[in-house]
């Protein structure tokens, strides 16, 4: 069964999308990521225009993480304050991100550098990832590792600006999670993902945030980044497509609970080496496309798309 | 398929129509029709055709050309830096049909000379182009050229002409098929009688194409209240998400 997809203007098979979310959302629910990294490459796959599926998947990324943050409140594991000053640096460097974006899209060169983008950070995440799992796998037999001090103290614990974080029980200086947030507020308009893939590594260690926090706190912060990204793009390219973000939350809201569900009975490292794995090979598929000589080498487009 | 009656049932009637003309009417040499001036694209299309029927006063051949409204198109090339193939130049055509296709009773180039497919734009080699900066002549034949064969690709132009067929002397009728990817707007639909290399009589003829239903409504609305689109786009998804969480409270 077809739907066509108004601002994309194609028709799409129902049961691609809902499988497309219902998949990403699965593997968000195993591994604790926000999945949408892997949810636009593979929306760029299926042949949706890459300006459309990136400014959907951030319009899909609203619902998922409502969703999560919801989740994770009812524990009472958000940092409000954290996410605040976060969402300060995430505004301005998503009206950034979303001005980049239209002057890429005028001189023709948005595939490219969002191509070149996911392969660049998936490369990097995947790669950490796995050498992370591998240690990890080894070091389960070598029981009795030292414990972690609560956070090391680096050259950036001796910036002005300092503030009292309580719930994450952190006095540090303001610039870093607002330059934190700008960072994520860029990637999230050039590349339509929520940024948890990079927020939540940086909130532990640049931070050092308690574990605990870290994916309420994160989503919080992402769910306003996200709709600031939805409504820029809206206004600005023009690219947004309510329905195709709409069929992806349907998929991805109940991938989401099997998910969590089914990670709960896997081992950790396992799961994150396989994650890595298959981070990896997005990335050498997206990075072995750029090289490939093109069927034809001139294209044709509408202006100002 | 989508057609509006039966194509036969319209060809007789044009017949007879023509048949019952008073004697002056018939002065006029040509006369033409769509079966249908409305196509509706909705959820689910895949394409369509129309059927134009007409009839002439005897003699002669009929083309039949159909351009999509104009667009403004940008043709990007790419070439290989450092491993990777980057958009490096790019020509913008003005104003180009955003569909072109041609049907004919005989073969074009048996029928009309250059000149004439020239000045009617008879043909995708006829066709006029304009690019909004000068080129050189070498890249505004490759550009050219790399267009028309991305439009071909995506069956937006159609490069082979097709065929109009005569029932008998005077009435004749053509299909004209739109792919699923066709551009909304309105079409004209230009028919010419030739007869001896010239043209000695045309019509025009205006058919509409456009979506209807929701797609439409949403796609309308995306583009004249972009902040209100890009709000209830972020609502809507908030309380999809928010819903979603409600039967999984407990868990």
Known sequence: ?????????????????????????????????????????????????PAVAVASSANQLVGASVSGVIAHWRRGNVDFLMGF?????????????????????????????VTI??????GVLGSLMLIESTRALLRRHRPGAGRRKLHRHM?????????????????????????????????????????????????????????????????????????????????????VDAVLALMLLV??????????????????????????????????????????????????????T | MRRAAPAPLLLLLAGLAVAALPQAARAQALVADLTSHLVAITTGFTGTSVVLFGATEGGGDVIVVVRGPERDMVVRHKSKVAAVWVNTRQATFTSVPSFY??????????????????????????????????????????????????QTRSGLYVPTAGQVSFLGDRLFRATINFPASVPTGTYLVEVFLVRDNAVVSGQTTPLVISEIGVDA???????????????????????????????????
């Open chain 1, 1 to 49: 069964m077809d739907i066509y997809l108004p601002i994309a203007a194609l028709s799409v098979d129902v049961f691609v999308l809902l499988g497309l979310g219902g998949a990403v959302g699965f593997l968000s629910g195993v591994f604790g990521v926000g999945g949408g990294f892997l949810l636009t490459p593979f929306l760029i796959f299926i042949g949706i225009p």
């Open chain 1, 85 to 113: 000053v976060l969402l300060v640096g995430g505004f301005l460097g998503s009206a950034f991100g979303v001005w980049l974006f239209a002057l890429l899209r005028r001189i023709g060169q948005v595939e490219l550098v």
């Open chain 1, 117 to 122: 983008s996911y392969v660049v950070l998936l």
């Open chain 1, 155 to 239: 050259w950036i614990h001796g910036l002005p600006l300092k503030m009292r974080f309580r719930r994450s029980k952190l006095y540090i200086s303001a610039i870093v999670p607002v330059g934190l947030g700008f960072l994520v507020g860029i990637l999230s308009a050039v590349m339509g993902v929520g940024g948890g893939f990079v927020m939540v590594p940086a909130m532990i260690y640049m931070l050092g945030m308690p574990t605990a926090v870290v994916p309420g706190t994160s989503l919080l912060q992402i769910i306003f980044v996200a709709a600031n990204v939805t409504v820029l793009q809206a206004v600005s390219n023009g690219t």
């Open chain 1, 251 to 304: 998929g991805g809201v109940l991938g989401a609970q099997f998910g969590t569900r089914f990670g709960t009975k896997l081992r950790g490292e396992q799961l994150r080496a396989l994650l890595a794995l298959m981070v990896l090979g997005v990335a050498v598929k997206l990075a072995r496309d750029l090289g490939v000589r093109p069927e034809d080498l001139y294209s044709v487009a509408l202006v100002g």
């Open chain 2, 101 to 150: 296709s041609v049907a004919s009773s005989r073969p074009v180039e048996e029928i009309a000379p250059p000149a004439v497919r020239q000045l009617h734009q008879i043909g995708l080699d006829y066709l006029r182009l304009n690019t909004e900066r000068p080129l050189s002549p070498q890249e505004a034949t490759d550009f050219r050229a790399a267009f028309i064969r991305n």
């Open chain 2, 217 to 251: 409504e949403v796609h309308d609305f995306a583009d004249r209240y972009e902040l209100a689109y890009g709000l209830v786009a972020v609502v809507l998804a908030a309380m999809a998400g928010w819903l979603a969480s409600l039967p999984f409270r407990n868990a």
